[in-house]
């Protein structure tokens, strides 16, 4: 079945420290989600990569899909506590499947 | 944006007995609804999914006889844990796609299932 790999699986910064989350597939992708789930939450749609080599920005978060459509990532220049959670890639193949997350904490 | 609530939020039941749970859009028909279950610290993994008017379509190692899907609507979704057992304690979230063709996913706020 999919394989959807993210590292790091936890990541502590020191606020405004930047973090970047890696999302790889085993298969070429059509396309790329990524959600965000804060702690006791429910996942929240960020945004969605279509596009080989696409890159996105919302405010400080960048987001980007490599140029095989296997891999992407997600990246926060200079963190601050509400960026605490975890951050999940989602891939739609026959079926819809979500990374294996990634756990940021930002230390005040 | 579009809205799914669950309910209930939290359950606790004893060990053998059934619990319900609903998945409802509140704002926008889904054609297709999910549900998927996350143990602590852990991903979210695809339990079924489920389409209005027909069958469920479950992930392999699902037991489709324990977890009964039912898509009454266009606009609610239901997952019964029959006989339930501690081992199936988890968080349990569904999501909607708003419209055939759709890739956003719209979560519910999940339920959190306790069994003694």
């Known amino acids: 079945g999919q394989q959807v790999m993210q590292i790091p699986q936890y990541q502590h910064v020191q606020e405004g420290e930047d973090f970047t989350t890696y999302c790889n597939s085993s298969t070429t992708l059509s396309n790329i989600q990524w959600y965000k789930q804060r702690p006791g939450g429910h996942p929240v749609f960020l945004i969605q990569?279509?596009?080989?080599?696409e890159v996105k920005k919302q405010k400080r978060l960048t987001f980007q899909f490599g140029e095989a459509k296997k891999n992407s990532s997600l990246h926060i220049t200079a963190t601050q506590t509400t960026d605490v959670g975890t951050y999940f890639c989602a891939v739609t193949g026959n079926q819809f499947y979500f990374g294996t997350g990634t756990s940021l904490t930002v230390i005040p | 944006g579009a809205v799914v609530s669950q309910h209930p939020s939290r359950v606790i039941c004893k060990s053998g007995t059934s619990v319900k749970i609903e998945c409802r859009s509140l704002d926008f028909q889904a054609t297709t609804m999910f549900w998927y279950r996350q143990f602590p610290k852990q991903s979210l993994m695809l339990m079924a999914t489920?389409?209005?008017?027909?069958?469920?379509?479950?992930e392999q190692g699902v037991e489709k006889d324990k977890f009964l899907i039912n898509h009454a609507s266009l606009t609610l979704s239901t997952l019964t844990v029959t006989s339930a057992h501690p081992e199936d304690s988890s968080f349990y979230i569904c999501?909607?796609?708003?419209?055939?063709?759709?890739?956003?996913?719209?979560f519910g706020p999940g339920t959190r299932l306790t069994v003694l």
């Open positions: 489920s389409n209005e008017g027909s069958k469920a379509t479950y």
């Open positions: 990569l279509v596009k080989s080599g």
């Open positions: 999501s909607a796609m708003r419209g055939a063709g759709a890739d956003t996913q719209y």
